[in-house]
């Protein structure tokens, strides 16, 4: 069965330090999510992405988090630098239908942890 | 932006009913069900499209009242393995058109 890979799983990083996630989201799903889940939260969405195109960044906090899907296939989230309160699972899931429209398939996520 | 779900948290024993219900302050496109179980991705559960719409499978099902801008999920008979935290995502129209946000998510334990 087809599933959303994302590496690494754990991540324990020093503040200031430069992290970066891998996501490669299942073959033929145009839309591509990142979220940032803290403990006990529901999913944040971080950044949307429509094939190569980004959707939806407003949650982004662009001043340290960064997001790509050059060939509108797999993606890279990268944090620098990054801070204590970056601490969270971070998420990636994706589907083939835009925004609402179809189930979102999730991958096992990165759990970062910010010391 | 955040959909609203009540209860935060239920504690049920094996066989009973459970209602999580999900509102939102915008208009509601359709609504996704997805269930998360301690330290694992959620799992997707169902999809609702349109207002009126109903769907269900095993014994878990649920609403969606475009009106109201609400769902709610139906659990009967609950088993052990419905131990999780219950998400609803809504698709809603944001600031940057087409948004799916998920709710804060509700809590159920069911106990032996």
């Known amino acids: 069965e087809a599933e959303v890979a994302q590496s690494p799983r754990y991540k324990i990083t020093e503040k200031s330090q430069a992290v970066a996630f891998w996501c490669d989201p299942i073959s033929g799903h145009a839309t591509l999510y990142w979220y940032r889940q803290i403990l006990g939260q529901g999913p944040e969405l971080l950044v949307q992405?429509?094939?190569?195109?980004?959707?939806?960044d407003s949650q982004l906090p662009k001043d340290r988090f960064s997001a790509e899907r050059l060939k509108g296939v797999d993606s890279t989230l990268k944090i620098q630098p990054a801070e204590l309160g970056d601490s969270a699972m971070y998420l990636c899931?994706?589907?083939?239908?835009?925004?609402?429209?179809?189930?979102?398939?999730f991958g096992q996520g990165t759990r970062l942890t910010v010391v | 932006q955040q959909p609203v779900q009540s209860p935060q948290a239920v504690i049920l024993r094996e066989g009973e009913d459970a209602v999580i219900n999900c509102s939102s302050s915008k208009a509601l496109y359709s609504v996704h069900w997805y269930r998360q179980k301690h330290g694992e991705a959620p799992v997707f559960l169902m999809i609702?499209?349109?207002?009126?719409e109903q769907k269900g499978h095993d014994k878990i099902s649920a609403s969606f009242n475009e009106k109201k801008q609400q769902s709610s999920l139906y659990l009967t008979a609950s088993q052990l393995s419905y131990s999780g935290t219950y998400f609803c995502g809504t698709e809603i129209i944001g600031n940057y058109g087409q948004n799916f946000v998920f709710g804060p998510g509700t809590r159920l334990s069911v106990l032996p």
């Open positions: 609702l499209l349109k207002g009126g």
């Open positions: 899931a994706s589907s083939i239908g835009q925004g609402g429209t179809a189930e979102a398939f």
């Open positions: 992405f429509q094939d190569e195109s980004v959707v939806d």
